[in-house]
DNA sequence: ACCTTACTGAGAACGAGTTATCATTCTCAA
DNA sequence: TTGAGAATGATAACTCGTTCTCAGTAAGGT
């Protein structure tokens, strides 16, 4: 399933089997999530699971980062862009919160429909 | 429907319907989500959806925050502290994301179950 | 070739969350 | 009190993502 590691961000089971059917067509979404759950649970995929939003896979190992959702194409990418949360982990915020990790998502425009608005 | 103004944090309907029923036992679930629905509608509540949580609605209004969600206790509470993402908004990433918007959402331990573990 | 085994694909089944249905109850003015 | 209209509660039904079932197929061994 190196449908994943082509992408440039996590996807949904249904969008996985939709990009392989170019390769493979005819396969089915329980080989789909059938292979899912044995990769993840080998480590080779993690699932992501943003707001509003079915779950996604993307492979296993990529480091802290975090994920961009366009307002237009409803893709997701993920971003390699230093981590303006970080500051927070570890520290007790006001109140008594002791804050271990965070989850952040950023939403706008992607650079394929800023080109195509601007076109 | 103040059981809402009440809270903490967002609740989910179902939190809606535990609390409210200690106020007007055999509330409906149907009733819940109608009421959520036309106080949505009419911008009284907004719906917040934390990535592994059903959606929860909280009284619209409170301004720019963010949520806490505890480990433990898996309650969901409202932040006031300051916003470390805010600075990305509006600017355009490297790769061309252009930064409209974002959802972050910080877990750890809350205060409740803080004081419990030491107890 | 033959058998065994594992994997696959299609669709049914499932579960959680949400919405629709409908008879009943409430509100309130007359 | 009565009647019209709106709101309610119990439950059935629906949606959507996910998992299960099972017959069919490919792969490997002998």
């Keep these: 399933m190196h449908t994943l590691e082509e992408a440039p961000g996590p996807l949904t089971p249904q969008e996985i089997l939709d990009r392989a059917a170019a390769l493979h067509a005819s396969l ?14 080998s480590g080779a995929v993690v699932s992501v699971h943003l707001p509003n939003e079915a779950r996604r896979y993307e492979v296993a190992g990529r480091g802290h980062h975090h994920h961009f959702r366009c307002d237009l194409c409803e893709a997701v990418y993920e971003l390699d862009a230093s ?37």
Excluded: D
């Design 28 to 41: 089915g979404l329980a080989t789909v999530y059938r292979n899912l759950n044995t990769l993840e649970a």
């Design 83 to 119: 981590c303006p949360v970080a500051v927070l982990e570890g520290v007790t915020l006001p109140g008594g919160y002791e804050v271990r990790g965070h989850a952040l998502t950023l939403y706008g425009v992607c650079p394929v429909c800023r080109a195509g608005a601007r076109a």
